[in-house]
């Protein structure tokens, strides 16, 4: 699996409105200088360094996984955890 910037950008886009966030909200908090830098990694035009990397996820409140690859292992233990408790609580109304 390669790298791809659009993605990556979408994704980043996709989280910081999640947060209700602008480009410039999103910006000042990480420090940067102007919102240029996170509009053009958005658009995929640029690629962030690993340590911006880290502080948008922390930022966002996204993992690096969901940012790099659409993959969020945390979100899927905890969907996946969730539907057996649905399906224990399920079982126990059928029998009641």
């Known amino acids: 699996m390669y790298f791809n910037a659009k ?5 980043l886009q996709s989280a910081r409105k999640m947060r209700g966030l602008t480009q410039a909200e999103l910006a000042e908090r990480l420090g940067l200088s102007s919102k ?4 053009r990694i ?3 035009e640029k690629s962030c360094s690993i ?3 880290v502080d ?3 930022a966002l409140h996204v993992s690096t996984d969901y940012l790099l690859k659409g993959e969020d292992p945390v979100r899927e233990r905890n969907k996946s955890n969730l539907l057996a408790v649905a399906a224990q609580i399920t079982k126990i ?3 009641i």
């Open 56 to 58: 948008l996820s922390y």
């Open 36 to 39: 240029q830098h996170i509009s």
């Open 93 to 95: 109304a059928d029998e």
């Open 51 to 53: 340590d911006l990397l």
């Open 42 to 44: 958005e658009r995929g």
């Open 7 to 11: 993605e990556f950008g979408k994704r």
